[in-house]
């Protein structure tokens, strides 16, 4: 097994600056679906509540880090389904850290936390048309293009398409 260059903790309090940072960023909001910034007192609320039961608030946050000790990102499990045993799937690397294997090692370990341990069926997401970048990081990490939904996401002025792509568990 290759060695691991980043594991998946849970969120603490320290992380609440950099959560307010990535959340924050007007550049990432068109993936994100955020209108308005966050206060401190929002972000800090989050982060104590965000050790509680994945199936009881249906969301999951893991912060990346490095083999060195470095935040350099956070996975999100989100609409945790369970009934239907899926959830969404959503990824953000801090700009000096991008393209350096972090974000696909990331998809792959949250992978195998939702199918071995929450025992998920699929995790599924959707990603701008023109959002090449994640597309390709999707791709890598075993995602299937299972549709395009049209006029999806509304920024800079004008509606966008979105990819849906699925992840299914190999184990079901």
């Not at 999951?60 to 083999?67: A, H, K, N, V």
């Not at 690397?93 to 936390?113: C, D, H, K, P, Y």
Request: include cysteine; charged fraction near 25%; aromatic fraction near 10%.
């Amino acid at each position: 097994m290759p060695k691991s260059n980043i594991r998946l903790r849970a969120v603490e309090l320290d992380d609440a600056d950099l959560i307010m940072q990535w959340e924050n960023d007007w550049l990432e909001w068109q993936h994100s679906g955020t209108m308005i910034p966050f206060s401190r007192y929002q972000i800090e609320q989050y982060v104590l509540g965000a050790t509680a039961d994945f199936w009881a608030i249906r969301q999951l946050r893991l912060m990346i880090e490095t083999d060195k000790g470095v935040t350099v990102g956070a996975v999100d499990l989100f609409e945790g389904d369970p009934v239907n045993r899926r959830a969404g799937i959503g990824i953000i690397i801090s700009r000096s850290a991008r393209r350096r294997g972090f974000a696909l090692e990331a998809l792959n370990t949250m992978a195998q936390v939702a199918f071995d341990r929450l025992n998920l069926h699929q995790l599924w997401c959707n990603i701008a048309i023109e959002n090449t970048n994640s597309r390709g990081l999707f791709q890598k990490a075993g995602y299937q293009l299972a549709g395009k939904r049209k006029d999806w996401l509304l920024y800079e002025g004008s509606f966008h398409d979105v990819v849906f792509m699925q992840l299914i568990n190999p184990n079901d």
